[in-house]
């Protein structure tokens, strides 16, 4: 580490070892990975009544940092512990991945604004984590856990898929569909984010509370699950909506090129976007749709079989990856989203 001027030292001097090219992407994936990963676990710590298993934060019970024999909370207390040690690994996850965008794509500033943005959210996270014990998994900070994590699921997402665009210098972000497509899109990411508001109102209104001495919203379950139901009927219209006008503006693309443009063979000299972009863009769309589809299956089944676990779970881990899903497409309206 080399000094500063006036004998001090600084990070800004630190030189870090270059992350290889070809481990950028398996970093990122892993640090997008994890984070859906402490999606699962937290959704097993609430479906077997294991949320107080350690009843305090940040240590576990009694003043130590980990379970210790003579708590009352039996085996909960070991699922509870094994979630939270998870808090460790995404850090390191996080900190590999801002460090591989860092050394290897040193130019993308945002994609190192990003890096950051994901470490101190899960320091955040880990603080709101706190809270819901402290509060007794009050079901509104429990909602607001996930729905935060969902966040750096999405943030985890946009660094994976600005990745794919190597070092700069870059193009400015540029719109690869008409604006009416685009304004469509975000405003069915934005009502599919509202899904996933809903989703955790109807759980924080259920049967699985975490433990067996946590209160519920107060909601009726009934009517929130059917508002819940209403509001995916609305988001699958849109998502069918996004997918026709991406149909339609590659069938533009198509007629470009049968007209004597290069769209056809992938690569335009007038910024128009190509074949490879706009396939792209489809298929990401495509993927939303088939999730929401699936996603939508597993709500009524489980709400018509009486919420059991297993189902459950499977709702809260297409949750996430339907997250995934709608930023990938989102970000796929744009070359160099970010």
Request: some cysteine; overall charge positive; proline content about 4%.
């Amino acid at each position: 580490m080399a000094g500063s001027p006036g004998g001090r030292h600084t990070l800004r001097h630190v030189r870090l070892p270059v992350c290889r090219p070809e481990w950028v992407r398996p970093l990122l994936l892993a640090n997008l990975v994890v984070e859906i990963l402490i999606i699962v676990t937290g959704g097993i710590v609430r479906l077997t009544g294991s949320g107080l298993g350690c009843p305090d934060w940040p240590t576990c019970a009694q003043g130590s940092l980990v379970p210790v024999a003579t708590q009352n909370e039996g085996f909960h207390r070991f699922i509870e512990f094994g979630n939270r040690t998870l808090t460790g690994v995404l850090i390191v996850a996080a900190v590999l991945a801002l460090w591989a965008v860092r050394t290897a794509l040193p130019r993308r500033r945002r994609l190192h604004q990003l890096g950051w943005a994901m470490i101190v959210g899960i320091l955040l996270e880990a603080i709101v984590g706190g809270i819901t014990v402290w509060t007794g998994l009050n079901p509104l900070i429990v909602a607001f856990h996930f729905l935060s994590t969902l966040v750096l699921v999405a943030i985890a997402t946009a660094m994976l898929r600005g990745a794919q665009d190597g070092d700069g210098p870059l193009d400015e972000r540029v719109r690869l569909v008409p604006a009416l497509t685009a304004r469509l899109a975000w405003i069915t990411y934005a009502v599919g984010g509202l899904v996933l508001v809903l989703g955790t109102i109807v759980t924080g209104s259920g049967p699985h509370s975490g433990d067996k001495l946590s209160t519920r919203t107060g909601f009726d379950v009934r009517t929130v699950s059917w508002l819940h139901a209403d509001v995916v009927m609305l988001f699958i219209g849109l998502l069918v909506a996004v997918l026709v006008a991406v149909r339609l503006a590659k069938g533009a693309d198509r007629a470009v090129g049968a007209d004597g443009g290069s769209g056809g063979s992938g690569g335009r000299s007038d910024g128009a976007p190509t074949t490879a972009e706009l396939a792209r863009l489809g298929r990401s769309w495509t993927s939303v749709l088939h999730l929401s589809l699936l996603q939508g299956a597993i709500g009524y089944l489980q709400y018509f079989t009486g919420v059991p676990i297993l189902l459950v779970l499977a709702h809260m881990l297409c949750a996430a990856l339907l997250a995934v899903a709608l930023t990938l497409g989102t970000l796929n309206l744009y070359r160099h989203p970010v």
